[in-house]
């Protein structure tokens, strides 16, 4: 059974940092991309960032570029976003997502999600 385990949310204060983690079981980790995608109070889903099976590339949407990096550590089944300086507007849920062989955009599991607020 594939599962995969967000962790890392918070509240935060503007500017500051958060490290977010995805566990990762029930399939071979190394052999696929993954990504990260939010979800913002009244909004639908964001794609944040994605990473190829062996961390090689890395995508980011604009609205994050040069704040956040994605990274995987496929020793450890381990997936992480760190989010450096954070604005309100990234409070969302953020979830990790497995995406399929020929990944274009669509997924076929996800996390249960991480709450991340940016809030003074």
């Known amino acids: 059974e594939v599962q995969l385990v967000e962790s890392g949310g918070g509240l935060v204060q503007p500017g500051g940092s958060l490290r977010l983690s995805c566990a990762a079981s029930?399939?071979?980790?190394?052999?696929?991309?993954m990504s990260w995608v939010r979800q913002a109070p009244g909004k639908g889903p964001e794609w944040v960032s994605h990473?190829?099976?062996?961390?090689?590339?890395?995508y980011y949407a604009d609205s994050v570029k040069g704040r956040f990096t994605i990274s995987r550590d496929n020793a450890k089944n381990t997936l992480h976003l760190q989010l450096n300086s954070l604005k309100p507007e990234d409070t969302a849920v953020y979830y990790c997502?497995?995406?399929?062989?020929?990944?274009?955009?669509?997924?076929?599991?996800w996390g249960q999600g991480t709450q991340v607020t940016v809030s003074s």
């Open positions: 029930g399939f071979t980790f190394g052999s696929y991309g």
């Open positions: 990473i190829n099976n062996v961390g090689g590339a890395a």
């Open positions: 997502a497995k995406a399929p062989p020929g990944w274009g955009g669509a997924y076929d599991y």
